[in-house]
Nanobody
Framework: QVHVVESGGGLVQPGGSLRLSCAAS????????MGWYRQAPGNAREFIAE???????NYADSMRGRFTISRDNAKMTAYLQMNNLKSEDTAVYFC??????WGQGTQVTVSS
């Protein structure tokens, strides 16, 4: 079993920035791709970005530019840098390790 924990969420004003972290631990057999998603109340879970073992990145078109995914394989950790945040970015942000393991999410609230 792989344990995935997100952190770094919180309350931020519009135009502000946050950096989310996602740490994987447990029965890790190999480095896997990691992804970030979000879910706002009443909405489906939405793909943000993914990063492969080697660092290749893929973004949802609507997320490109303000959001940047990165990772540190030595720490089994992925990051999501979010800039120029807007109220519509308010959501629970989830991280995925490989295809099967998800964290519990971290709340991001953008409000003045």
């Amino acid at each position: 079993q792989v344990h995935v924990v997100e952190s770094g969420g919180g309350l931020v004003q519009p135009g502000g920035s946050l950096r989310l972290s996602c740490a994987a631990s447990g029965a890790i057999r190999s480095i896997e791709a990691m992804g970030w998603y979000r879910q706002a109340p009443g909405n489906a879970r939405e793909f943000i970005a993914e990063i492969t073992q080697s660092g290749f990145t893929n973004y949802a078109d609507s997320m490109r530019g303000r959001f940047t995914i990165s990772r540190d394989n030595a720490k089994m950790t992925a990051y999501l840098q979010m800039n120029n945040l807007k109220s519509e970015d308010t959501a629970v942000y989830f991280c995925r390790w490989g295809n099967d393991f998800w964290g519990q999410g971290t709340q991001v609230t953008v409000s003045s």
